[in-house]
Nanobody
Framework: QVQLIESGGGLVQPGDSLRLSCAAS????????MGWFRQAPGKEREFVAQ????????DYGDSVKGRFIISRDNNKNMVYLQMGSLKPEDAAVYYC?????????????????WGQGTRVTVSS
C-alpha cells in the first residue's frame, strides 16, 4: 500500500514563500510520476504540478507557472513543492499524489494514490 504524507503547510503572508514536502513509502518510488493538487473551500480539486519519474519532465497549472517549482529526491523518496510569491488565492489544502506510471497527466485520474493534505493559508 502506498502511503503519502505531506508536511510544510501553514499560515503565510502574501508574497511569502513556503515549501511543501511529501514523503512516500510502499512501492519503488523512482518508477512513478508524482503530482501536487490543491482544493480550496467550495472548489474542485485543481492540478498544481507534476514531475516525471526521474524529474526530467515537469508541468504546472497556469495559475502557478513561474511561481512554484516541483522537485523530487529519489534517494529520499521525497517530492517537494517550492511555492513563491504566494497570493491569497493560493490558499487551499494541498495534496500529494502518486501516479500510475513513470509519466502522468494533469488529470486526477492519473493518480491512484493520495495523501491526506496539508493546509496553506495566505493572509495578511
Amino acid at each position: 500500500q502506498v502511503q503519502l504524507i505531506e508536511s510544510g503547510g501553514g499560515l503565510v503572508q502574501p508574497g511569502d514563500s513556503l515549501r511543501l514536502s511529501c514523503a512516500a513509502s510502499g512501492r519503488t518510488f523512482d518508477l512513478y510520476a508524482m503530482g501536487w493538487f490543491r482544493q480550496a473551500p467550495g472548489k474542485e480539486r485543481e492540478f498544481v504540478a507534476q514531475i516525471s519519474w526521474n524529474g526530467g519532465r515537469t508541468d504546472y497549472g497556469d495559475s502557478v507557472k513561474g511561481r512554484f517549482i516541483i522537485s523530487r529526491d529519489n534517494n529520499k523518496n521525497m517530492v517537494y513543492l517550492q511555492m513563491g510569491s504566494l497570493k491569497p488565492e493560493d490558499a487551499a489544502v494541498y495534496y500529494c499524489a502518486a501516479g500510475k506510471g513513470p509519466f502522468a497527466t494533469t488529470s486526477l485520474d492519473s493518480y491512484p494514490y493520495w495523501g491526506q493534505g496539508t493546509r496553506v493559508t495566505v493572509s495578511s
